[in-house]
């Protein structure tokens, strides 16, 4: 098999990153606990949001939004998989 360059993820991850995030799952890689993000305790920061774990209160994601553009770090998430988009 011929190796393709990131252009052909466009797809696979241009639908990831646009998915609904309330109903979106992920897995805590710190206790294994799997649910909703809607399910996720958030902490409101000046600059963003602090995700934590329901189960364990381990750090999921931290998104932080500052001159007009957002970062998404996941440290605590082993896996988020969303639903395709209709
Ligand atoms: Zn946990």
């Known amino acids: 098999m011929g190796t393709l360059d990131g252009n ?3 797809g696979p991850i241009g639908d990831l990153l646009s998915f609904e ?3 979106a ?4 890689a710190g206790c294994g ?5 809607a399910q996720a305790a958030v902490y409101g ?4 949001y602090v995700v934590r774990c329901r189960n ?3 750090v999921l994601m931290v998104v932080v939004e500052r001159g007009g ?3 998404l770090n996941m440290p605590g998430l082993r896996w988020l ?3 395709e988009q209709a």
């Open 56 to 58: 364990c209160d381990d």
């Open 69 to 71: 553009r957002s970062s």
């Open 8 to 10: 052909v993820l466009a």
């Open 45 to 48: 920061q000046p600059m963003g």
């Open 33 to 37: 606990d799997v649910a909703v993000l």
């Open 25 to 28: 799952r992920g897995q805590c």
């Open 21 to 23: 995030p309330t109903t």
């Open 81 to 83: 998989e969303a639903a």
